[in-house]
Structure formats: C-alpha cells, structure tokens
C-alpha cells in the first residue's frame, strides 16, 4: 500500500491505496475553507498552522494501515511552500521511522491522476487542468511525456471566481458560489468582453474580465440579488466562452480522440456541458473525474504514486524540497 498526502494549498489531506489493484482503502480530507473565507482568499501562514494540526490528526485515523505501506508520497510541487512542508515534514519522518521510499508528487500530475482513482490509466489524452492555481491545456502522452499546449499569460480560471464573489463581498472559494448565483442570472444582461477573442494566440487571461467585473460592481452599487445574479452569469458565460473558445482552436489542431477536464474548477456543470457539446462537435470522448475527486485530494497523490512508484522514482527523504513555481513542472 502507499499512504499519500496533500498539503499544497487549503485542504489537508491523507489516503491509502493498493498498489496491485489501484483500490483506495482510506481516504480522508479536512478542508480549511471556512478558515480562509473571512479574508476572501488562503492565508498562506494560516493554511501551514492548520495543516499542522489536522495532518496529525488524520494520520491517526489512517494508523491500521501504517504496517502495511510500502512507499509514502507526498506534493510537493508546485503550491505554497509554507504548507508544501507540512505534507513534506510529514512524509520525511514516515520514510525515515519506518524505512518506506519517498514519493515526491507534482500537484499538477496528481489532478491528472484524479481520472484514474480505482482504475487503469488511459492516455493518451489532451487534458484540460483548471483550478485555483492554474488553467492550462495538456497533451498527455504518458506519465513522462506531458506538454503544456496552452497556459494562462495572468490570473487562472478558479481564481477569476474567487476573485469576483470577493468583490461581491461572497466570501471565499468563488467557484461553488458564483455558479449557483449564475443559475439564477440573465447572462445577457451584463454583456462581458471575451479575452483574446480576436487574436490568434493560443493561450488564456482572465485578468481583463476581472476587470470588467469590478467596474461593474462600481457602476451598478447598490447591488441588489438581481445584479449580483446577472453579474454573475455573465462573467462565468465570458470565462467559459473564453476557455472553450482556445481549446476549440487546439481541437482543430490536434484532432484529439480523448480529452478530459480536471482540477478543482471542472465541478463546475456549466463547464461540464459546454466542453460536452464541443467533444460532441469534434467525435471526441470527453472524460471526468468523480465530482469527489475534482478539488485537491489525497487519492488522486496516491493514484499518481503508483505510477512513481513502479517506475521506482523515488526521491530522497533527507534531501526532498519545496518548490512553488509551475514552470519546468513535468
Ligand atoms: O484544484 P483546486 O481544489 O485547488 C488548486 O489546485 O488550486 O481548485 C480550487 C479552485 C478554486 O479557485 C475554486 O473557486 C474553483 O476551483 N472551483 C470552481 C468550482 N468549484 C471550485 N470554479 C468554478 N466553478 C465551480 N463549481
Ligand atoms: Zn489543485
């Protein structure tokens, strides 16, 4: 078994799975949200306290299974260096009290992975990642061969909704809240530029629409439920349009058979059906991870931990650092 841990960024989190079978035998997740949301976005030295009592405390209920590991893996790249350690700390003392090999795991790779918790993997596949951190196209060709095909030149996707229920005062993450609101919003009432819509580069900005949804905020005050419904259908329609309108350029390029989305964002039913529609358009298979496995999870490090591990890449318990950049991540 591996025992697997997530501290990348707000949710702490531990599981283990079976290697023979892929079978997740615990799994186990404290989430600091409600923590954070009063500042209306993560507090990096909060998240690292919290992560510092609940990992302990998780790691105790998984302690059946502590006898039975054969490998710990642990993210650690990238996310916020502060709770990076955490997770790492942790897993460093597992390796070296029990003599277990260390698991380094890229957060990115791991929501990659969250496609096949409990199953074979399936690849190649043109994957769509879009969390709170990042919003990029991938051409996944095998656990070592991954591009980035497109990225985003400011703010990610997840993060232009927390962004904008922060400027409407909704608290903290976005997501789940502006989409709710959005169901109940004429998206045309507030008619929102679409980014890079008439260029032909290949690549995502949510920075402009943030924009457009803070001078509206200014301009229509006091807002009333109405508004803030419209306000925000009409931002998620542009930021969906927006993605939808660069990967269809990708589509026509790369002719994919199989694409997926993942990352916190693609619980998002919106997303869902627009991307459903496109792969229908192009005979593409769309694939999804379980909504349970979409925002950070331990299943999914373990998931990818199996790769690593019967590739024997495993990295130094003493030595093992720390890194919260994106670049040269695969
Ligand atoms: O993958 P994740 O849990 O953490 C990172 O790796 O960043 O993604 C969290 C992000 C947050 O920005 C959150 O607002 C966004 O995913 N998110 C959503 C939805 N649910 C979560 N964005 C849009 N619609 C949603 N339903
Ligand atoms: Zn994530």
């Not at 301009?219 to 306000?231: E, V, Y």
């Not at 350029?249 to 529609?277: H, Y």
């Not at 769309?286 to 890449?313: K, P, T, W």
């Amino acid at each position: 078994m591996i025992l697997s841990i997530e501290s990348s960024c707000d949710d702490s989190s531990i599981a283990v799975t079976e290697i023979a079978t892929k079978r997740l035998l615990f799994h186990r997740k404290i989430s600091q949200e409600a923590e954070h949301a009063k500042y209306g976005g993560v507090v990096p030295e909060l998240a690292s306290r919290l992560h510092a009592v609940d990992l302990p405390r998780l790691l105790e209920e998984a302690k059946p299974y502590l006898d039975d590991l054969q490998a710990v893996a642990v993210t650690n790249a990238p996310g916020l260096s502060v709770t990076l350690l955490e997770g790492v700390a942790m897993a460093q003392a597992l390796s070296i009290a029990r003599g277990l090999p260390i698991i380094a795991i890229n957060h990115l790779k791991a929501h990659i992975y969250s496609l096949f918790i409990e199953k074979e993997a399936h690849l190649p596949m043109l994957v769509l990642l879009i969390s709170g951190g990042h919003t990029m196209v991938l051409d996944v060709r095998s656990f070592d061969d991954i591009t980035i095909v497109a990225t985003t030149m400011d703010d990610s996707f997840g993060e232009s909704f927390d962004k904008t229920a922060k400027m409407m005062g909704l608290g903290y993450p976005g997501g789940p809240v502006i989409e709710a609101l959005a169901k109940e919003g004429d998206a045309d009432r507030f008619r929102l530029p679409i980014p890079l819509r008439h260029s032909p580069k290949v690549a995502f900005s949510f920075s402009g629409i943030k924009n457009a949804v803070r001078l509206l905020i200014e301009r229509n005050q006091p807002l009333d439920d109405r508004k803030m419904a419209d306000i925000a259908a009409g931002f998620q329609q542009a930021a969906i349009a927006h993605l939808l309108q660069k990967t269809k350029k990708i589509f026509t390029r790369l002719q994919p058979n199989d694409f997926a989305i993942v990352g916190g964002a693609s619980a998002n039913m919106a997303v869902r059906e627009a991307f459903a529609n496109l792969c229908a358009e192009f005979d593409c298979t769309l694939h999804l991870a379980d909504l349970q496995y979409c925002s950070d999870n331990a299943a999914m490090v373990g998931r990818c931990g199996i790769e690593a591990f019967y590739l024997e890449r495993f990295a130094d318990a003493l030595t093992i650092g720390v890194s919260p950049r994106t670049d040269k991540i695969f």
